[in-house]
């Protein structure tokens, strides 16, 4: 509570609770956003829903798929707007990339390959309540950062992972005294719904590496790359050329273009896309249809592809992928 009090004075906010349970359940509050740990996402947002609250929960929604089924039922049942932050969808370049592959523009889709690594947690001394199994979950890496890329490569393919094998490693066995058992990296080969086949890799222990999420799509007639850490460019490339689309509304596609804020040339990335999705989220609530909203259907899919990451590295064989 005094912490929460410090943080209401610091941000300018109207009060502060005593705890996370007191404000989902507070009477006039319309919309929570839940930014807790991970364990704490499915009870809380179940109160929320229950209290008659939208909600807007990180990821993953909660511990495993059946809990966030679970969730999403309740959500769709209820009428209010839940949604989950899969905010990379807000990149106008992203959107593009989405809007050329559904004109056919690139031709048809035949390989996908990327990921999404970091450093944050390369040394032994590095620590945080992610390495916990009980706070986040069975999976650390890939559900924390693999479930971004593969939010991303369905969003902007319209294809779906249908069947996967995956290999996790522990590489740092000890962390603030206690034995770790969350993967610290892992790679995984793919097959979606369309026969596309593809590959990536997830990794919280690649020194240098800040936040490199990078995703490219190979069609028949060109490919498209996005980079997270150079987000105001698409790199396109054909047979006979490369090139960089610049994210200017008057080079993109409708969709596109509403999200290009700031003239080209100026940065726009990581922050602004959540201010987008927190944007759309809102007109969800006063009755829009804003679209590639991330709702919690898109949340519990992406628990469903981590629990299939976890039984394929533990079994050592393909997973199918319930759809």
Known sequence: PDRSAEAADRLGAERAFASAEALVEAEDVDVVHLCTPNDLHAPLAEAALRSGKHVVCEKPLAIDGEEAAELTALAEASGLTATVPFVYRYNPVVVEARAQLAAGALGPVRLAHGGYVQDWLSRPDDDSWRVDPLRSGASRSFADIGSHWCDLLEFVTGDRIAALVAQSATVIDERGGRPVSTEDLATMMFRTAA???????????????????????????????????????????????????WRDPELLSPDAARLALVPAGHPQGYLDCFDAFVADTYAAIAGGRPPGLPRFADGARANRIVDAVVASAARGDWVEVAQ
Do not use: Y
């Not at 997830?202 to 790359?225: F, M, T, Y």
């Open 195 to 245: 026969g596309v086949l593809g590959t990536m890799l997830v990794s919280q222990v690649s020194p240098g590496r800040k936040n490199h999420l990078h995703l490219e799509i190979a069609c028949a007639e060109a490919s498209v790359r996005f980079e997270q850490e150079r987000p105001d460019t698409l790199w396109v490339g054909r047979r006979e050329r490369t090139e960089h689309l």
